[in-house]
């Protein structure tokens, strides 16, 4: 219900993320010596910087129930902005309050210069809040991968674990604190929670993961790789336009974002018992651009190398059936290796709504899938414009029709920079907001 009204969802987690530190807060409040009073202030916001920390912690670990509710690009945001929330709380308690004792104030600054490092390194490295808007944040951050790889930007993100220790040491060492049984004990249990549910993510959620094999790797252009796994009987089903975190092993245990390309039931279907036809979704196609380090090794990758995947993740296929359900068209807008969830999008719905296609790619020999676009369109199952180069303001109101201005949702995947480009193209020719859903290619 909540998912057709982000308004009021984005209302309901705002609440629910400034209620959480409130029994912390009010048991330590309740508890102080009327001396203490007057620094009630930096106290409590000590005490909201640290559980959200905590609940950063849990949100890195994406629960796939907060993905279906909101998505994975949103609660990374808030991921973000909790981590920049809890800064600046943090800092008005470091500024105005006065450490007594040198082991308290060791493991308080200690957290400090570890969580002002860690959001700095994030925001530049891991976030796009500063690379998909500024371009000059975004040539540092190309010059420093040559040294800081992906991998290594993981594990430097991990140093917030050893800050939220090293808070958790702070307070335990200050007497006036500790004291308060309710309260310390709240406390733990708050800590306990976050790191339990980031430890079982961490080493028994790789259990639940699908494991399989590549079966084709191969080269769709000099600058583009086509992957197909096989995840044999066991493999979850998936919805066109998902994606999964997939890991090769053969490379680095990290996980890394691939959309499917192919739409479920594009492998041939499987008759059950009953005669009944059944998805066969054993297999995946990947289309991967090569742009970084570990997506260049993917074409090294010989078949038969291990490949594990946890999802799937994704609402293109609930917003798409939103539109189905409004009769309204739909407009999908790819930027070079942004088309491969389209593709699955159009291959599903191409007869159930009124799809157009736009793909924009850098060269000739990157349009890998004109072919199977065109097939659709010559079956006048979906409008289809392809071209070299990006789109421009002048381009909008000749390949969109005033019906679709008016009433299209549009899907936008591409890269950031491209992405937000398009969108303020189309916004300025009064597509509104919420018709606009889109997927960055940021990592």
């Known amino acids: 219900m909540l998912k057709r009204h982000p308004i009021i969802l984005n209302c309901v987690w705002m609440l629910i993320l400034l ?14 010596l009327p001396a203490a009073i007057s620094q009630l ?49 943090a800092f008005l308690h470091r500024h105005f309050l006065m450490t007594m004792g040198r ?43 040559t040294v800081f790889n992906h991998q290594i930007s993981v594990w430097v993100h991990r140093l917030n674990l050893v800050a939220i220790l090293a808070i958790w040491l702070h307070v335990h060492l200050i007497g006036r604190i500790s004291i308060h049984f309710w309260f310390i004990t709240l ?34 252009s000099p600058q583009t790789q086509r992957l197909v796994l096989d995840f044999g009987r066991n493999a979850h089903g998936y919805e066109a ?18 959309s499917v390309t192919d739409a479920p039931d594009n492998h041939l279907a499987e008759r059950t018992a009953d005669g009944k036809n059944e998805r066969n979704q054993h297999r995946m196609v990947l289309t991967v651009r090569k742009l970084g380090d570990y997506t260049k090794h993917l074409a090294d ?15 293109f296929a609930d917003d798409i059936e939103r539109c189905i359900a409004s009769d309204k068209p739909v407009v999908l807008v790819g930027m070079g290796t942004g088309i491969a969830p389209l593709l699955s999008l159009a291959e599903e719905y191409r007869t159930r709504l009124p799809i157009h296609v736009i793909w924009t790619v850098r060269a000739g020999s990157e349009a890998y899938f004109d072919h199977e676009f065109r097939n659709m369109r010559d079956d006048d ?42 969108e303020h193209m189309l916004h300025a020719q009064g597509v509104a907001r919420q018709r606009l859903v889109d997927e960055r290619l940021t990592m």
């Open 19 to 32: 209620a959480l530190p409130l029994p912390l807060v009010a048991i330590l409040d309740s508890s102080l």
């Open 41 to 89: 202030l930096p106290i409590d916001a000590g005490v909201t910087a640290y559980v959200w920390w905590l609940a950063a912690v849990a949100l890195s670990t994406r629960p796939r129930w907060i993905d279906r509710i909101m998505g994975l690009p949103k609660m990374y945001l808030i991921h973000s902005l909790l981590g920049i929330g809890a800064l600046l709380l």
């Open 103 to 145: 082991w308290i104030a060791l493991a308080g600054n200690t957290a400090w210069y570890l969580a002002l490092f860690g959001l700095t390194y994030a925001l530049l490295m891991l976030s796009g809040l500063l690379v998909d808007r500024f371009t000059p944040a975004s040539k540092l951050k190309h010059r420093l991968e």
């Open 187 to 220: 406390f733990d249990l708050y800590t306990v929670a976050a790191l339990g549910c980031y430890c079982w993510a961490k080493f028994r959620g790789p259990a639940k993961y699908l494991h399989g094999t590549i079966v084709e790797n191969r080269e769709l």
């Open 241 to 258: 336009g998902d994606y999964f975190f997939f890991t090769f092993p053969a490379i680095s245990n990290e996980n890394h974002p691939f």
């Open 301 to 315: 990758l010989p078949v038969g190398s291990e490949v594990g995947a946890e999802g799937p993740f994704g609402r």
């Open 381 to 422: 199952e979906i409008r289809y414009d392809m071209q070299v180069g990006r789109l421009t303001d002048e381009q909008i109101p000749r390949l969109l029709s005033k019906t679709e201005l008016k009433e299209a949702t549009f899907f936008v995947v591409g890269p950031a920079r491209g992405v937000i480009d398009v």
